[in-house]
């Protein structure tokens, strides 16, 4: 394996009315207390977390950026508002100051692109299109909502010249893949499709809700069961290829080219499925890392060659080091490598991945009290800077921030 450092960038907010200080633990350590000590003294304030703020704050990150052809934005949870609208903040200072091109989204690729089609100036109610994202209806939130108008504002702005796009990277929603596919061959082969229908591909369990639902349908197949949808989707491949010809007399060579990705997803999806269900969800979550790598590896190549790509995702999806997943309920997951190595790594794109954290927060009906002094998050809070950047990379090689 190539020595890769971890998660590069934090930002920290510290949700806590903290001062220019920062704050001692009762059982601190030093080594604990030098990392809050250098993160104090290299920390970038920033002044807001609101999308439509002057930008002149993150004049920084354009040289910790610098040439990367991707940049990940991650999250620490996947209902932080004020992590949201910093991200927006941090979009908007790539596409306006530093020319980024692609937006990609941990969403299914289907339901990102009516969306796509809306942000280039389509028509459409946003909030519409946002509701029908499917299983990944973490993204239909005001903040998100907020973003993709900006992004329509700014590309009707730019008239001809280049756009922003946004895309879907993730294969865990596959329900619009099917739906999408299915409709397609209606057209260019009706009884194909009718046989599909009526078949294990039809069949499949696949969830409108989240994720975590299908993986429980495929737990409760036969083995049969799930041999014979793994034939199918092999059949459904082998037909598209053999097929080519035919299909292009009745569609453009765009949309089969559109049809064999969704049918691609579809296969990787059952992948995912059938490992989760018989195998081990590290090897499911595997599956799933190298997918949405490959679509990343798709969008630089085959869509929008030569440009450059902002990726929003969970801060696990965007570690450049093997994760140990502790998951309630969940076997551990040891050393599973996640997306942005396989990119960095595996496809060899200067990548830079910036993380996110915070101390406490308050939802509609729970609370989250203050992190623990142990964690990652607890330490950061302690630096006492409200909202800050903390560029992790420049600490001294074998020094304790080294080692922390």
């Given at each position: 394996?190539?020595?890769?450092?971890?998660?590069?960038?934090?930002?920290?907010?510290?949700?806590?009315?903290?001062?220019?200080?920062?704050?001692?633990?009762?059982?601190?350590?030093?080594?604990t207390?030098?990392?809050?000590?250098?993160?104090?003294?290299?920390?970038?304030?920033?002044?807001?977390?609101?999308?439509?703020?002057?930008?002149?704050?993150?004049?920084?990150?354009?040289?910790?950026?610098?040439?990367?052809?991707?940049?990940?934005?991650?999250?620490?949870?996947?209902?932080?508002?004020?992590?949201?609208?910093?991200?927006?903040?941090?979009?908007?200072?790539?596409?306006?100051?530093?020319?980024?091109?692609?937006?990609?989204?941990?969403?299914?690729?289907?339901?990102?692109?009516?969306?796509?089609?809306?942000?280039?100036?389509?028509?459409?109610?946003?909030?519409?299109?946002?509701?029908?994202?499917?299983?990944?209806?973490?993204?239909d939130?005001?903040?998100?909502?907020?973003?993709?108008?900006?992004?329509?504002?700014?590309?009707?702005?730019?008239?001809?010249?280049?756009?922003?796009?946004?895309?879907?990277?993730?294969?865990?929603?596959?329900?619009?893949?099917?739906?999408?596919?299915?409709?397609?061959?209606?057209?260019?082969?009706?009884?194909?499709?009718?046989?599909?229908?009526?078949?294990?591909?039809?069949?499949?369990?696949?969830?409108p809700?989240?994720?975590?639902?299908?993986?429980?349908?495929?737990?409760?197949?036969?083995?049969?069961?799930?041999?014979?949808?793994?034939?199918?989707?092999?059949?459904?491949?082998?037909?598209?290829?053999?097929?080519?010809?035919a299909?292009?007399?009745?569609?453009?060579?765009e949309?089969l080219?559109?049809?064999?990705?969704?049918?691609?997803?579809?296969?990787?999806?059952?992948?995912?499925?059938?490992?989760?269900?018989?195998?081990?969800?590290?090897?499911?979550?595997?599956?799933?890392?190298?997918?949405?790598?490959?679509?990343?590896?798709?969008?630089?190549?085959e869509?929008?060659?030569?440009?450059?790509?902002i990726?929003?995702?969970?801060?696990?999806?965007?570690?450049?080091?093997?994760?140990?997943?502790?998951?309630?309920?969940?076997?551990?997951?040891?050393?599973?490598?996640?997306?942005?190595?396989?990119?960095?790594?595996?496809?060899?794109?200067?990548?830079?991945?910036?993380?996110?954290?915070?101390?406490?927060?308050?939802?509609?009906?729970?609370?989250?009290?203050?992190?623990?002094?142990?964690?990652?998050?607890?330490?950061?809070?302690?630096?006492?800077?409200?909202?800050?950047?903390?560029?992790?990379?420049?600490?001294?090689?074998?020094?304790?921030?080294?080692a922390?």
């Amino acid at each position: 394996r190539c020595p890769v450092r971890p998660l590069l960038l934090l930002l920290a907010i510290a949700l806590t009315g903290c001062s220019d200080r920062t704050g001692a633990a009762a059982h601190d350590d030093p080594e604990t207390l030098a990392v809050v000590q250098w993160a104090f003294e290299n920390a970038v304030r920033l002044e807001t977390a609101d999308p439509g703020a002057p930008l002149d704050d993150l004049e920084p990150l354009g040289d910790i950026v610098g040439d990367a052809r991707v940049v990940f934005l991650g999250e620490s949870r996947h209902d932080a508002g004020e992590q949201f609208r910093l991200k927006h903040r941090l979009i908007r200072y790539l596409v306006e100051e530093m020319d980024f091109r692609l937006f990609a989204i941990e969403d299914s690729q289907p339901g990102a692109e009516p969306i796509n089609e809306y942000v280039l100036g389509g028509n459409g109610d946003p909030e519409v299109l946002l509701s029908r994202i499917g299983a990944w209806y973490i993204w239909d939130t005001e903040e998100v909502l907020d973003m993709v108008r900006w992004m329509r504002s700014h590309n009707l702005e730019r008239g001809e010249a280049k756009k922003v796009s946004y895309h879907g990277i993730d294969i865990v929603d596959v329900l619009p893949s099917r739906e999408s596919l299915l409709a397609y061959l209606d057209r260019v082969d009706s009884d194909y499709a009718t046989a599909l229908r009526e078949g294990p591909i039809g069949r499949a369990p696949l969830s409108p809700d989240m994720w975590p639902e299908t993986l429980e349908r495929y737990g409760a197949l036969t083995d049969d069961e799930i041999e014979s949808i793994g034939v199918a989707y092999t059949g459904l491949l082998e037909r598209l290829a053999d097929k080519r010809e035919a299909y292009l007399a009745r569609s453009s060579a765009e949309e089969l080219e559109r049809m064999l990705r969704q049918a691609w997803i579809l296969d990787r999806a059952n992948a995912l499925y059938t490992t989760g269900a018989r195998g081990s969800l590290m090897d499911a979550g595997t599956i799933r890392e190298k997918a949405m790598a490959d679509s990343i590896r798709r969008l630089l190549e085959e869509v929008a060659p030569g440009e450059r790509l902002i990726v929003w995702c969970h801060n696990v999806h965007a570690s450049k080091s093997p994760v140990d997943l502790e998951i309630p309920d969940r076997p551990r997951a040891l050393d599973v490598e996640q997306l942005a190595r396989y990119v960095a790594v595996g496809l060899g794109y200067p990548t830079v991945s910036i993380g996110f954290t915070f101390n406490r927060g308050q939802g509609p009906d729970y609370s989250l009290p203050a992190a623990d002094e142990e964690t990652v998050d607890g330490v950061l809070a302690r630096v006492g800077r409200p909202l800050f950047l903390v560029d992790l990379r420049s600490a001294p090689v074998g020094g304790p921030v080294d080692a922390w």
